[in-house]
């Protein structure tokens, strides 16, 4: 289990994680042996890219943070957000297609924003899929998230208009959502959700770190980097 919520509007996007990993004593079976705090969110600055994880945090030997670092690798020094989502999903099925994780990944090019779910739960789902935008293919302000069931029902009924609300009142919002999904999961006989929260903004211009507890493995550069601590 995670906590994984992206807030979009066509102007700005709010994408967060939490930083907690279940240890497991083997990838099919999953028996759970601990907890340790790791790094779920990243940031591709040359893709203008957020990404947020959630699922296994491995494939074979590899941490999904190891396998954005090798990807990363592959790409020119500039990429468009929408290409980086297309390489992106074709790199995974190609060399991971056994791997169960969801992938958010948001970001902005030529202005727009973008909002895509790539979900690999399931092996049926091999196109990421664009959600900030409704039925029409207009762009719209919405969330998506991973969490709780319970946080999901506090969600709807707190039906929350992203069009007219201000920054303040959104971040009230997110961190709204985790401390529910912190409480619920203190009262687990192993937590599955823990602090640190990260939070990063996006708008067409910039990618601003609101909040990251380790900004050196946050950040996946076209260079090698220290491999520990990312899911």
């Known amino acids: 289990m995670s906590a994984l919520l992206t807030i979009y509007h066509p102007e700005r996007i709010l994408v967060a994680a939490d930083s907690l990993l279940q240890t497991t004593d083997d990838y099919e079976r999953g028996n759970i042996t601990g ?53 992106f999903s074709h ?25 895509y779910d790539f979900d690999r739960f399931k092996e049926s789902h091999t196109v990421p899929v664009r959600k900030n935008l409704d039925r029409f293919g207009r762009p719209t302000a919405s969330v998506l998230g991973f969490c709780d069931s319970s946080t999901t029902q506090w969600c709807i009924s707190a039906n929350p208009n992203f069009w007219s ?14 401390r529910k999904e912190v409480e619920i999961a203190r009262r687990k006989k192993i937590p599955d959700v823990a602090e640190p929260i990260d939070v990063v903004q996006l708008d067409s211009t910039s990618i601003r770190p609101l909040q990251l507890h380790n900004p050196v493995l946050a950040f996946i550069r076209q260079r090698n980097d220290a491999n520990t601590g990312g899911i």
């Open 91 to 115: 790199y995974i099925l190609s060399y991971f297609p056994s791997m169960k994780t969801d992938f958010h990944l948001s970001g902005f090019h030529q202005g727009e924003a973008f909002v």
């Open 165 to 178: 609300m201000s920054d303040h009142q959104i971040k009230d919002f997110l961190f709204e959502f985790f």
């Open 35 to 87: 907890t340790a705090t790791v790094q779920k969110l990243f940031v591709i600055p040359s893709a203008f890219t957020v990404i947020t994880a959630c699922g296994h945090s491995t494939c074979g030997a590899k941490s999904v943070r190891t396998i954005l670092m090798e990807f990363a690798k592959t790409l020119p020094l500039i990429i468009s957000h929408p290409e980086f989502v297309s390489e």
